[in-house]
């Protein structure tokens, strides 16, 4: 077993409580490459932002386990490098088994997510506690999730959302013990998040989603004050990327996300973690499709994901100054 200790990484609990005191959330990126990596951690460490390098089933299969493990405490060397020492934790998004779960904790992640929402509600909770115990048993915090968001990401999807119910709240934390929890507000997965039909126009004529559950959203926080929530599915779709992507050859029409000025309200509330990993996609794929078109004799990798990069971390610079608020806070 290896503890996320030795890798220099930390857990979310005490970034977690400062983050709702202050009013911020701690970004909590996909990644499954070395250019996301690097893009992630000068980002953060350049705007001084404490940081969630998430990992979902997938993206583990894809980069292997062992590679991921490794980079993850290059990305906490590579910090100090690059002259900040920053909080970096290493969560797995989306756990869908006790199993995978105990696999990412023994192999070094700091922070596991079982997403047991699509089951009936004592499963979950039944399962949830099971992830929990385990966990706690070696330091690493665990967040759980009621509510099923609708959208594809990876290896989850869901056809329709269910909002998350105040009622319940108090009773899965109790009886899990979970770190954080997850909800369903209105949020979704993937870049599809709405339809143009579910949307309004603004007066520059932008289509408008409606608006997250804040409704909802206050009345958890009535029943469990000061409790880490988490908000997943919460890419904002930037309509630059979508439209160098089609200019370039792309098909993305019809893609809608979650207005920042929302998440940026969300996040001064007991949302502390904000996910983000379409909107890296977007950036990073709009800036390969730039250079295959206009540089069409470019055929070194780096030269295309190089620029990707830099438009990634970027990107990454925006979110955590201007829509989560955790500049500033490492």
Known sequence: MVSYKELGLVNSKELFKKAVDGGYAIPAFNF????????????????????????SSGARKYANQTLLRYMAQGAVQYAKELGYEIPIVLHLDHGDSFELCNDCIE???????????HLPYEENIALTR????????????????LG???????????EHHTYTEPDEVVDFVNRTGVDSLAISIGTSHGAFKFTPEQCTRNEDGVLVPP??????????EKRIPGFPIVLHGSSSVPSQYVEIINKYGGKLNDS?????????????SAVCKINIDSDGRLAMTA???EVFATKPAEFDPR???????????????????NVLGSAGRA
Do not use: W
């Open 303 to 321: 030269k295309y994901l190089g620029p990707a990069r830099e438009e990634l971390k970027k990107l990454y610079m925006h979110k955590t100054e």
């Open 107 to 117: 192999s070094g992640f700091s922070s596991v997510m079982i997403d047991g929402s």
């Open 130 to 145: 099971k992830v929990v115990e385990y966990a706690h048993q070696h330091d690493v915090t665990v967040e759980g999730e």
């Open 211 to 220: 608006p997250l559950r804040f409704d909802i959203l206050e009345e958890i």
């Open 148 to 158: 099923v968001l609708a959208g594809i990401e990876d290896d989850v999807q869901a």
């Open 287 to 289: 800036a390969v499709r």
């Open 32 to 55: 499954n490459n070395m250019e996301q990596l690097q893009a992630i951690v000068s980002a953060c460490v350049e705007t001084k932002s404490p940081v969630i390098l998430q990992v």
């Open 256 to 268: 809608i996300g979650i207005p920042e000025e929302q998440l940026r309200r969300a996040a001064k």
